[in-house]
């Protein structure tokens, strides 16, 4: 039987706190939890930087396609990021 | 008098002799007490909880997004239906071995390859193929082979009027009819005192076949399959913890590990299942250590003073053990809940039970590996002489029935550290599934912090209870 006490008590003492409704070293965890959340970097934003935008422009062969062409030329041609 | 209780397995202490006269079946559980350990058993379980609670400290830290509600899946390679097939073939092949050598075998346990296949590479070693290659038994089951094939020929005889089963599985049914199953096959393990006769198994192996294929005919095969089922249910419970799984058009994918428990349907008896399952491992252990066999004596004698004759007395004992281990288990997942649900009233406590059974999955293979790993190690190869003498009537088929058991191929001690790791680990990926819920349910952080110190509690009282079974087993 005392074996089995010995065996059993981490559980017991994790409990008997939890029943007097005591989180031993919950202000630790949120404030690691927000410690992190303070160091990963800025999300970078979803839309197209406009500083970082390439305008091909359209020169020789290419003119003279896009003036022949039925469609329009494929838009990776056009602008790129 | 008492009536001496025939253990499925002979004990440890009589292997050497009966091993090197006679291939004998090796003890199940914990040898704690055969292995050299540096430090008390105790401390064990004291390294593991603290194991888990560096691991909350962690997960709580760390993990601050859901990463298993979605299982991301890659596909690898098609496999072909024929494969299926085969696989079912070969599993009605084997099917009819266990009825073939169960029937007309030696009755002698140890002799007869339906006995060791059953209760070992069965009950033991296909819940460790599934976990390790998903959800195999639903390609071996032979059930379901038949039941498939019988539904094909149906068709083809009458085409049009066999589009769906005639009749349609009650909601209200659940998945109380494969708790039935499961607490049925371990009351037969546990406690049935011939539980070992191999006539017997074949009978109740075939009986079970019957009831299957009916009930798939009438309800058809997949509703059965995956509410009616106890074997199929509750293989297809441990394949989630699977990396492996194959999807609906037919590829072998790669997902997440764990990721396959968060989408598990939980219906009526869904948890009940879930806790026998440990529940009916934790008997097994609990009833080979001291306190039981100190107190079950007496427990037999009420019985026995009430009227009953000896061996109904002591199945009755029996019967009352492995009905209590499955409540306690109950008890202490609720007790779990029920602190959850005193964190935050956003949600009541049946909701809890239901969004948190899956976090028991990995304990259930945790308690399984952990008790079972030695009796798969050891009697498994007993396979190696059975299959060239299934019968046990000195036949020679494929000349290995000189074979013997290498008791040798792993120590005691690591046995022993094999078993803490099982238990360890398995309570680890729970703990990881139920933070991983937590953030789904509790925008709150610290209602999700505080939910999963409950799930902490839970999970290393389920841990010290399971290496203290462990150790006690033999006392």
Same mark, same amino acid.
């Given at each position: 039987?005392?074996?089995?006490?010995?065996?059993?008590?981490p559980?017991?003492a994790?409990?008997?706190?939890l029943l007097a409704?005591?989180?031993p070293?919950?202000?630790?965890?949120?404030?690691?939890?927000?410690?992190r959340r303070?160091?990963w970097?800025?999300p970078?934003s979803s839309?197209?930087?406009?500083r970082?935008t390439?305008?091909?422009?359209v020169r020789?062969g290419?003119l003279?396609g896009?003036?022949?062409a039925?469609?329009p030329?494929?838009a990776?041609?056009?602008v790129?990021s | 008098?008492?009536?001496?209780?025939?253990?499925p397995?002979?004990?440890?202490?009589g292997?050497?002799?009966a091993g090197?006269l006679?291939p004998?079946?090796?003890d199940a559980h914990?040898i704690?007490?055969?292995?050299?350990l540096?430090?008390?058993?105790?401390?064990?379980?004291w390294?593991a909880?603290?194991v888990l609670?560096?691991?909350?400290v962690a997960?709580?830290t760390?993990?601050?997004s859901p990463?298993l509600?979605?299982?991301h899946?890659?596909?690898?390679l098609?496999?072909?239906?024929a494969?299926q097939?085969?696989?079912?073939a070969l599993?009605?092949?084997?099917?009819?071995?266990?009825?073939?050598?169960g029937f007309a075998?030696?009755?002698?346990?140890?002799a007869?390859?339906?006995v060791t296949?059953?209760?070992?590479i069965?009950?033991?070693?296909?819940?460790v193929?599934?976990v390790?290659?998903?959800?195999?038994?639903?390609?071996?089951?032979?059930?379901?082979t038949c039941?498939r094939?019988?539904w094909?020929?149906?068709?083809?005889?009458?085409p049009?009027r066999?589009a769906?089963a005639?009749?349609?599985y009650?909601?209200?049914l659940?998945?109380?009819?494969?708790?039935a199953?499961?607490?049925?096959?371990a009351?037969?393990?546990l406690v049935y005192?011939?539980?070992e006769?191999p006539s017997?198994l074949a009978?109740?192996?075939?009986?079970?076949?019957?009831?299957m294929?009916?009930?798939?005919?009438l309800?058809?095969?997949?509703?059965w399959?995956?509410q009616?089922d106890g074997?199929g249910?509750?293989?297809?419970?441990l394949?989630?913890?699977s990396a492996?799984?194959?999807d609906?058009?037919?590829?072998?994918?790669v997902r997440r590990?764990?990721s396959g428990?968060p989408?598990l349907p939980i219906g009526?008896?869904t948890?009940?299942l879930?806790?026998t399952a440990?529940g009916t491992?934790t008997?097994?252990g609990?009833?080979?250590?001291?306190?039981?066999?100190?107190?079950e004596?007496s =427990?037999e004698n009420? /019985?026995a003073d009430?009227g009953?004759?000896? $061996?109904p007395a002591?199945e #009755? %004992?029996y019967?009352l053990g @492995?009905v209590?281990c499955?409540?306690?288990?109950l008890a202490?997942y609720?007790?779990g809940?029920?602190g959850?649900h005193?964190?935050?009233a956003?949600?009541?406590a049946?909701? =809890?039970t239901?969004? /948190?059974?899956?976090t028991?999955?990995?304990? $259930?293979?945790?308690y399984v #590996? %952990?008790?079972?790993f030695? @009796?798969?190690?050891?009697?498994?190869?007993a396979l190696g002489y059975l299959?060239?003498?299934?019968l046990g009537?000195?036949?020679d088929?494929?000349?290995?029935?000189?074979a013997?058991?290498?008791?040798?191929?792993?120590?005691?001690?690591a046995?022993?550290y094999?078993?803490?790791?099982?238990?360890?680990?398995?309570h680890?990926?729970?703990?990881?599934?139920a933070?991983?819920?937590a953030l789904?349910l509790?925008?709150?952080?610290?209602?999700?912090?505080r939910?999963q110190?409950?799930?902490?509690?839970?999970?290393?009282?389920f841990t010290s209870?399971?290496l203290?079974?462990l150790?006690?087993?033999?006392t």
């Amino acid at each position: 039987m005392f074996h089995a006490i010995l065996c059993l008590l981490p559980a017991l003492a994790l409990t008997l706190p939890l029943l007097a409704r005591r989180y031993p070293g919950e202000r630790v965890l949120l404030a690691l939890r927000a410690e992190r959340r303070s160091q990963w970097p800025r999300p970078r934003s979803s839309a197209l930087d406009a500083r970082r935008t390439h305008v091909t422009v359209v020169r020789g062969g290419l003119l003279l396609g896009r003036a022949l062409a039925v469609r329009p030329p494929p838009a990776s041609l056009s602008v790129t990021s | 008098m008492r009536v001496p209780r025939r253990s499925p397995l002979p004990s440890l202490g009589g292997l050497v002799m009966a091993g090197l006269l006679f291939p004998a079946t090796a003890d199940a559980h914990g040898i704690v007490g055969k292995a050299d350990l540096p430090i008390p058993v105790w401390l064990f379980s004291w390294a593991a909880a603290i194991v888990l609670v560096v691991s909350f400290v962690a997960l709580s830290t760390l993990w601050r997004s859901p990463q298993l509600q979605e299982q991301h899946r890659s596909r690898v390679l098609r496999v072909p239906g024929a494969l299926q097939w085969l696989a079912g073939a070969l599993g009605v092949a084997l099917f009819a071995l266990v009825l073939y050598s169960g029937f007309a075998g030696a009755q002698v346990p140890p002799a007869n390859f339906s006995v060791t296949f059953i209760y070992v590479i069965f009950w033991v070693g296909l819940p460790v193929l599934s976990v390790l290659a998903g959800d195999v038994f639903r390609a071996l089951s032979p059930w379901r082979t038949c039941a498939r094939a019988l539904w094909w020929i149906g068709r083809r005889l009458a085409p049009g009027r066999l589009a769906q089963a005639p009749l349609r599985y009650p909601p209200w049914l659940g998945m109380w009819p494969a708790v039935a199953g499961l607490v049925g096959f371990a009351w037969l393990e546990l406690v049935y005192v011939n539980r070992e006769q191999p006539s017997l198994l074949a009978a109740l192996s075939l009986g079970y076949f019957v009831v299957m294929v009916v009930g798939m005919l009438l309800f058809g095969v997949e509703s059965w399959s995956e509410q009616a089922d106890g074997f199929g249910v509750y293989f297809n419970l441990l394949s989630r913890l699977s990396a492996l799984v194959r999807d609906e058009q037919g590829y072998l994918c790669v997902r997440r590990p764990l990721s396959g428990l968060p989408d598990l349907p939980i219906g009526r008896g869904t948890v009940v299942l879930i806790c026998t399952a440990i529940g009916t491992t934790t008997f097994d252990g609990f009833s080979n250590g001291g306190i039981w066999r100190n107190n079950e004596p007496s =427990l037999e004698n009420l /019985f026995a003073d009430l009227g009953l004759h000896l $061996v109904p007395a002591q199945e #009755l %004992a029996y019967s009352l053990g @492995l009905v209590l281990c499955i409540l306690l288990i109950l008890a202490v997942y609720r007790l779990g809940i029920l602190g959850i649900h005193s964190v935050s009233a956003r949600y009541d406590a049946d909701t =809890l039970t239901r969004a /948190f059974a899956h976090t028991l999955v990995p304990i $259930v293979f945790a308690y399984v #590996l %952990a008790h079972y790993f030695s @009796l798969l190690l050891w009697q498994g190869q007993a396979l190696g002489y059975l299959i060239s003498d299934p019968l046990g009537n000195g036949s020679d088929i494929f000349g290995t029935s000189g074979a013997q058991i290498d008791y040798n191929v792993i120590s005691y001690a690591a046995i022993w550290y094999v078993q803490v790791t099982a238990l360890v680990a398995g309570h680890v990926g729970g703990l990881a599934l139920a933070h991983d819920r937590a953030l789904v349910l509790y925008r709150d952080p610290l209602e999700a912090v505080r939910s999963q110190y409950w799930m902490l509690a839970v999970m290393v009282a389920f841990t010290s209870f399971g290496l203290w079974l462990l150790s006690s087993v033999g006392t």
